[in-house]
């Protein structure tokens, strides 16, 4: 089957929002084997919205619709859906009561009724976290689904009722388990993989980039979850077997949170001392629910001043080897461990630019520091990108290199 996500909205065009909606609805299509095979994004106009209704059908055999299910003028999403389809607006005796019940001991404004207003024939999907359901129409072939725009609504109600609705049309089931790898690029990947990513058949297997990080999603069709999952095991493991190292999760997991969990388990904490990363690397651990039990202590040692009064690095060092080198970066780290009782400690010191780079330091020169087990280790980083790029990808490198460590 082929779908095509139309959002609905003029705050879109203007880019008022961002069109998260078509990102989830994407990747949940693909999970049930659905192919999307265009995003659309159309304004608060009925003749334009029906124009991008005809053009999407002319290519899709689902359509699925978000925004413009609400009870202003020009929420007209119903409306016009009713109209291609030639049928009439009727109300919803089911769920204007379930509206009613929700604004119980609130005065109810006459346009909400709108909300329960619904092309007739359609089969309709729960709302619980708003008033307007979602909506279903089929008919010649075309299947459309109405959705409402805010996406507390939408995701809630497309995985509950549209993902059911939407399974009973296919005789596959669909399943991806998605690798999570970091220290290596797209193109590394794609080489060490290639004989495998170039015999594929089922499963599939297909590398996204991210800004840090690199994600390999396996995805395998078969009658159900159980046959899906012996294609995908075989495959995995022998990725695993090439890439291991760089592998740090799967599926959900982020590099902070799993570095935390091996932290946690081996009864160890941590304190950070940062320089150009001013905070990031910081907030990246502080993120994780849970994270008070391994982070002690973090500070922001952006000046030689700092570092040499909070950390105790030697006046010297810095005058003869300069805030951004290995010997700085072992000094941040051993000073934030030994004045924060920590068994390790990990800092950061670079040259983030857009100005300060020179010859011999260029921008993007990056120098980690990691004392773990009483042993110090440097890392050097050449890392492109604008300044912002370069912090985050900084941060990533210092991440990778603890987790390294302590999996030691």
Not at 25 to 40: D, M, P
Request: proline share 5%.
């Amino acid at each position: 089957m082929i779908a095509e996500v139309l959002g609905v909205g003029t705050e879109l065009l203007l880019g008022d929002i961002a069109n998260t909606n078509a990102q989830f609805l994407s990747k949940a299509l693909a999970g049930l084997g659905i192919s999307v095979y265009g995003h659309t994004a159309v304004g608060d106009n009925p003749a334009r919205l029906r124009a991008a209704l005809n053009h999407a059908f002319t290519k899709a055999d689902i359509v699925v619709a978000c925004g413009g299910l609400g009870p202003t003028q020009d929420d007209i999403t119903k409306e016009v859906s009713a109209q291609y389809f030639g049928r009439q607006m009727i109300v919803d005796e089911p769920s204007w009561q379930a509206i009613q019940r929700r604004f119980e001991g609130r005065e109810l404004p006459d346009s909400v009724i709108r909300n329960a207003t619904v092309p007739e024939g359609s089969t309709l999907l729960p709302n619980h976290h708003g008033s307007a359901p979602g909506v279903c129409i089929e008919q010649d072939g075309k299947t459309l689904i109405l959705l409402p725009g805010p996406p507390h609504e939408l995701e809630p109600m497309f995985m509950k009722y549209a993902v059911p609705f939407l399974r009973q049309k296919t005789d596959l089931v669909f399943l991806s388990r998605t690798l999570k790898i970091v220290g290596v690029g797209e193109s590394t990947v794609e080489t060490m993989l290639k004989d495998i990513i170039d015999t594929q058949t089922n499963p599939t297997i297909a590398p996204y980039a991210k800004l840090t990080e690199v994600a390999l999603r396996i995805t395998a069709s078969a009658p159900d979850e159980a046959a899906a999952k012996q294609l995908i095991d075989p495959v995995a493991k022998e990725i695993y077997s090439r890439l291991g190292r760089h592998i740090y999760g799967e599926d959900d997991d982020c590099l902070a949170q799993a570095i935390l969990h091996i932290l946690e388990n081996q009864g160890q904490t941590l304190a950070i001392a940062e320089s150009c990363t001013g905070g990031l690397l910081t907030s990246a651990i502080v993120d994780i629910p849970g994270s008070s039990k391994v982070l002690q202590e973090s500070v922001i040692t952006y000046s030689n001043e700092a570092k040499i009064t909070r950390l105790g690095i030697p006046r010297e060092l810095i005058k003869a080897h300069g805030a951004v080198s290995p010997q700085t970066a072992a000094a941040m780290a051993e000073g934030i461990a030994k004045t924060s009782g920590t068994g390790i400690g990990i800092s950061t010191t670079g040259i983030a630019g857009p100005e300060g780079g020179t010859k011999e330091k260029p921008i993007g020169l990056v120098y980690i520091g990691l004392h773990i087990k009483g042993a110090t280790h440097t890392k050097e980083l050449r890392l492109i990108g604008d300044r912002n790029e370069i912090r985050n990808r900084a941060v990533v490198g210092a991440l990778d290199m603890l987790r390294l460590h302590i999996k030691n």
